[in-house]
T-cell receptor, first 115, second 115 residues
Framework: NAGVMQNPRHLVRRRGQEARLRCSPM?????VYWYRQLPEEGLKFMVY????????ESGMPKERFSAEFPKEGPSILRIQQVVRGDSAAYFC?????????????FGQGTRLTVV | AQTVTQSQPEMSVQEAETVTLSCTYD???????LFWYKQPPSRQMILVIR??????QNATENRFSVNFQKAAKSFSLKISDSQLGDTAMYFC????????????FGKGTKLSVIP
């Protein structure tokens, strides 16, 4: 059973470009959580999605950031018109039910560098 | 809002020795979960150990154990018989028990195991 898969592992974008980060949850998991890790910081919650629904996006910047988890395919975190401050590691986690009663498993993250 | 504080940015330990990493947190809740995650250079976030606040017994996983002091809001991690593979960033994390899914992380402690 493959773990949470994130790709790409590393992504370099010039200022103003778009970044698309993908997360394939563990098999059978329908809950996905995105976290951002700025340099020298712990992970911070961004958004929680279930299939086709955004449940909580309270941690996501209001502009330029969006997330989706379609019925088929991976969850996508999209950052439009990237700026240097978006440089960070972005982690995805998934769980097979509401995480209160189980654990969320993390992927290896995508390191975004904006040049 | 909950906060998690790790006051030791870096620590080192000799191989085979014991080391304790500190974590304090702030919450007004009575029911919650605490975690220690390990992040090796590969960047994978790995769950090391978990503690439920309503359980008085300290959690143990092989060489890893915690000292959970609920009244003091302290949750330290003890690593016994340290191994080179324990070299990593260690993050303490909090999750509310009241139907929450968000993890709140500390800034981490960088542990180096010296041969």
């Amino acid at each position: 059973n493959a773990g949470v898969m994130q790709n790409p592992r590393h992504l370099v974008r010039r200022r103003g470009q778009e970044a698309r980060l993908r997360c394939s949850p563990m098999k059978g998991h329908s809950h996905v959580y995105w976290y951002r890790q700025l340099p020298e910081e712990g992970l911070k919650f961004m958004v929680y999605l279930q299939k086709e629904n955004i449940i909580d996006e309270s941690g996501m910047p209001k502009e330029r950031f969006s997330a989706e988890f379609p019925k088929e395919g991976p969850s996508i975190l999209r950052i439009q018109q990237v700026v240097r401050g978006d440089s960070a590691a972005y982690f995805c986690a998934s769980s097979d039910q509401f995480v209160k009663n189980t654990e969320a498993f993390f992927g290896q993250g995508t390191r975004l560098t904006v040049v | 809002a909950q906060t998690v504080t790790q006051s030791q940015p870096e620590m080192s330990v000799q191989e085979a020795e014991t080391v304790t990493l500190s974590c304090t947190y702030d919450t007004s809740e009575n029911n919650y979960y605490l975690f220690w995650y390990k992040q090796p250079p590969s960047r994978q976030m790995i769950l090391v150990i978990r503690q439920e606040a309503y359980k008085q017994q300290n959690a143990t996983e092989n060489r890893f154990s915690v000292n959970f002091q609920k009244a003091a809001k302290s949750f330290s991690l003890k690593i016994s018989d340290s191994q080179l593979g324990d070299t990593a960033m260690y993050f303490c994390a909090f999750r509310s028990g009241a139907g929450s899914y968000q993890l709140t992380f500390g800034k981490g402690t960088k542990l180096s195991v010296i041969p």
